[in-house]
């Protein structure tokens, strides 16, 4: 039987931030290896934290932050079944994308277990943008299966596979293998709307 995503994601991850080092890009913006570990185990170890708080846990060093990472997260609430793959799960693909893109690694086509978690973010992450867009309507549509639509026709039309669609929807649009069609006023609304989730 396979890992759970969040177990695999993790391990993966942080295989490819040990073989990286500290200092190399991610997608996020001003962010290097070395902040993107610190951010994870902030966001599993701590409710709130300050810049303080992020300086302090980078200068324990990669090594150190990525054995904390490798311990697993925390019995509550991330690794109780739905939380453990919708949400942790997911934002341990996307960071692995931000480091892996970042580096020159292309899109992973052998993960379906990946493309059916995203596929059912997307469904939250469409109905938050839909809202941005408004008056017009998104629809996000991949290669097999039902597209899904969120408000009135008249949509900018988001096309990839689900792991591309969930990587544009959390910002990623310039790394996200995607197609964008729809009536020019859609498509600029969804050009100009906030992303990041």
């Known amino acids: 039987m396979a890992d759970p995503i969040d177990v695999s994601e993790r391990r993966e991850l942080c295989d490819l931030l040990t073989e990286l080092g500290p200092d190399a890009p991610t997608l996020c913006e001003g962010w290097t290896t070395l902040d993107l570990t610190a951010h994870l185990v902030l966001r599993e170890h701590f409710r709130r934290w300050t810049d303080e708080r992020m300086a302090a846990e980078k200068a324990k060093g990669l090594p150190a932050l990525v054995d904390r990472l ?104 310039d790394a996200a293998a995607v197609g964008l069609e729809g009536s020019t006023s859609a498509v600029a609304a969804l050009r100009d709307a906030h992303t990041r989730f």
Not at 84 to 100: A, K, P, Q, S
Not at 127 to 140: C, T, V, Y
């Open 70 to 173: 490798r311990g697993g997260a925390p019995l509550v609430p991330w690794r109780l079944p739905k939380i453990r793959t919708l949400m942790n799960g997911v934002e341990y693909f996307i960071h692995h994308e931000d480091v892996r893109r970042a580096n020159g690694q292309g899109r992973r086509a052998d993960r379906p277990d990946l493309e059916q978690a995203a596929w059912r973010l997307t469904g939250y992450a469409g109905k938050r943008l839909a809202r941005q867009i408004r008056p017009h309507g998104l629809e996000l549509r991949r290669p097999v299966g039902n597209p899904r639509h969120f408000g009135p026709a008249g949509r900018a039309v988001l096309s990839g596979e689900p792991t591309e669609l969930l990587l544009y929807l959390s910002g990623r649009r």
